[in-house]
Protein backbone atom coordinates (compact mmCIF):
# COMPACT_ATOMS: atom_id res chain seq x y z
CA UNK A 1 0.00 0.00 0.00
CA UNK A 2 1.28 3.34 -1.02
CA UNK A 3 1.40 5.72 1.73
CA UNK A 4 0.44 8.96 2.10
CA UNK A 5 2.51 12.29 4.25
CA UNK A 6 0.46 15.48 4.45
CA UNK A 7 3.00 18.09 5.55
CA UNK A 8 1.53 21.64 5.94
CA UNK A 9 2.11 24.58 8.71
CA UNK A 10 -0.03 24.70 11.50
CA UNK A 11 -2.62 22.47 12.06
CA UNK A 12 -3.90 22.38 8.30
CA UNK A 13 -3.11 18.84 7.97
CA UNK A 14 -5.09 17.78 10.73
CA UNK A 15 -8.07 19.48 9.24
CA UNK A 16 -7.75 18.03 6.12
CA UNK A 17 -7.70 14.62 7.37
CA UNK A 18 -10.78 15.04 9.82
CA UNK A 19 -12.33 16.35 6.75
CA UNK A 20 -11.95 13.17 4.91
CA UNK A 21 -12.52 11.07 7.54
CA UNK A 22 -15.81 12.32 7.32
CA UNK A 23 -16.52 12.00 3.90
CA UNK A 24 -14.86 8.72 3.59
CA UNK A 25 -14.45 7.05 6.57
CA UNK A 26 -11.31 6.62 9.14
CA UNK A 27 -8.12 5.50 7.08
CA UNK A 28 -4.60 4.30 7.57
CA UNK A 29 -1.42 4.35 5.95
CA UNK A 30 -1.16 8.13 6.78
CA UNK A 31 0.54 10.64 8.77
CA UNK A 32 0.16 14.26 9.13
CA UNK A 33 2.63 16.97 10.23
CA UNK A 34 2.52 20.66 11.30
CA UNK A 35 5.09 22.86 11.26
CA UNK A 36 5.05 25.40 14.28
CA UNK A 37 6.43 28.41 15.69
CA UNK A 38 8.95 27.94 17.15
CA UNK A 39 9.81 24.12 15.68
CA UNK A 40 13.19 23.57 14.66
CA UNK A 41 13.71 22.98 10.99
CA UNK A 42 16.09 20.11 11.46
CA UNK A 43 13.94 18.06 13.77
CA UNK A 44 10.96 19.03 11.40
CA UNK A 45 12.68 17.58 8.29
CA UNK A 46 13.89 14.39 10.16
CA UNK A 47 10.16 13.92 10.90
CA UNK A 48 9.48 14.22 7.36
CA UNK A 49 11.92 11.42 6.88
CA UNK A 50 10.77 9.12 9.50
CA UNK A 51 7.56 9.85 8.10
CA UNK A 52 8.53 8.64 4.58
CA UNK A 53 10.40 5.98 5.85
CA UNK A 54 7.49 4.45 8.30
CA UNK A 55 5.41 4.80 5.36
CA UNK A 56 7.17 3.62 2.82
CA UNK A 57 6.16 -0.59 2.64
CA UNK A 58 7.82 -1.16 -0.55
CA UNK A 59 5.45 1.09 -2.53
CA UNK A 60 6.18 4.54 -2.41
CA UNK A 61 4.74 7.53 -0.42
CA UNK A 62 2.52 10.26 -2.07
CA UNK A 63 4.01 13.46 0.11
CA UNK A 64 1.39 16.30 -0.20
CA UNK A 65 2.72 19.53 1.31
CA UNK A 66 0.86 23.17 1.39
CA UNK A 67 2.40 25.80 -0.37
CA UNK A 68 5.72 25.17 -3.07
CA UNK A 69 8.64 26.30 -1.68
CA UNK A 70 7.92 26.99 1.54
CA UNK A 71 9.44 25.51 4.87
CA UNK A 72 7.06 21.67 4.69
CA UNK A 73 7.74 21.47 0.76
CA UNK A 74 11.70 22.72 1.01
CA UNK A 75 12.33 20.28 4.08
CA UNK A 76 10.46 17.15 2.26
CA UNK A 77 12.74 17.92 -1.22
CA UNK A 78 15.53 17.80 1.03
CA UNK A 79 15.15 14.69 1.84
CA UNK A 80 15.25 13.15 -1.38
CA UNK A 81 19.26 12.75 -1.27
CA UNK A 82 19.36 11.60 2.35
CA UNK A 83 16.10 8.62 1.37
CA UNK A 84 17.87 7.33 -1.99
CA UNK A 85 16.21 4.00 -0.98
CA UNK A 86 12.46 5.23 -0.81
CA UNK A 87 10.23 6.15 -3.64
CA UNK A 88 7.99 9.00 -3.20
CA UNK A 89 6.59 11.86 -5.03
CA UNK A 90 6.22 15.35 -3.65
CA UNK A 91 3.12 17.80 -4.71
CA UNK A 92 2.65 21.17 -3.33
CA UNK A 93 -0.67 22.92 -2.88
CA UNK A 94 -2.53 20.11 -1.11
CA UNK A 95 -6.42 20.48 -1.07
CA UNK A 96 -9.32 18.54 0.32
CA UNK A 97 -10.39 17.07 -3.82
CA UNK A 98 -6.45 16.05 -4.65
CA UNK A 99 -6.35 13.91 -0.89
CA UNK A 100 -9.90 12.13 -1.74
CA UNK A 101 -8.57 11.52 -4.80
CA UNK A 102 -5.07 10.02 -3.64
CA UNK A 103 -7.27 7.85 -1.09
CA UNK A 104 -9.51 6.78 -3.79
CA UNK A 105 -6.79 5.66 -6.20
CA UNK A 106 -4.53 4.21 -2.97
CA UNK A 107 -8.35 1.89 -2.19
CA UNK A 108 -8.28 0.84 -6.55
CA UNK A 109 -5.09 -0.42 -5.91
CA UNK A 110 -3.19 2.46 -8.18
CA UNK A 111 0.41 2.62 -7.83
CA UNK A 112 2.27 5.95 -6.69
CA UNK A 113 2.90 7.24 -10.34
CA UNK A 114 -1.22 6.81 -11.07
CA UNK A 115 -1.67 8.28 -7.44
CA UNK A 116 0.14 11.59 -7.70
CA UNK A 117 -0.96 11.96 -11.29
CA UNK A 118 -4.68 11.69 -10.39
CA UNK A 119 -4.32 13.45 -7.11
CA UNK A 120 -2.56 16.77 -9.31
CA UNK A 121 -5.84 16.48 -11.68
CA UNK A 122 -8.31 16.52 -9.26
CA UNK A 123 -6.43 19.26 -7.08
CA UNK A 124 -6.50 21.87 -10.37
CA UNK A 125 -10.12 20.70 -11.07
CA UNK A 126 -11.37 20.87 -7.90
CA UNK A 127 -10.96 24.67 -8.06
CA UNK A 128 -14.41 26.31 -9.24
CA UNK A 129 -15.66 29.89 -9.75
CA UNK A 130 -20.02 29.90 -9.36
CA UNK A 131 -20.29 32.54 -11.98
CA UNK A 132 -18.25 31.08 -14.36
CA UNK A 133 -19.59 27.36 -13.38
CA UNK A 134 -23.52 28.90 -13.93
CA UNK A 135 -22.41 30.84 -17.61
CA UNK A 136 -20.48 27.15 -18.16
CA UNK A 137 -23.53 25.21 -17.75
CA UNK A 138 -26.14 27.64 -19.44
CA UNK A 139 -24.00 27.39 -22.21
CA UNK A 140 -24.01 23.67 -22.60
CA UNK A 141 -27.62 23.54 -21.79
CA UNK A 142 -28.53 26.00 -24.71
CA UNK A 143 -26.46 23.74 -27.33
Known amino acids: M ?14 LMDSLSLIMGEQDGYQTLGLKHGDDIVEFSEKI ?8 KGDGVLVLVDLFSASP ?36 GADLETMY ?3 MSAGKDGIKEFLEEMARMKESSNK
Open 49 to 56: QSGICQLD
Open 117 to 119: QAA
Open 2 to 15: TGILIVTHGEMATG
Open 73 to 108: YNQAALCFNKLKDHSYRLISGVNLPMLIEAFNQRMI
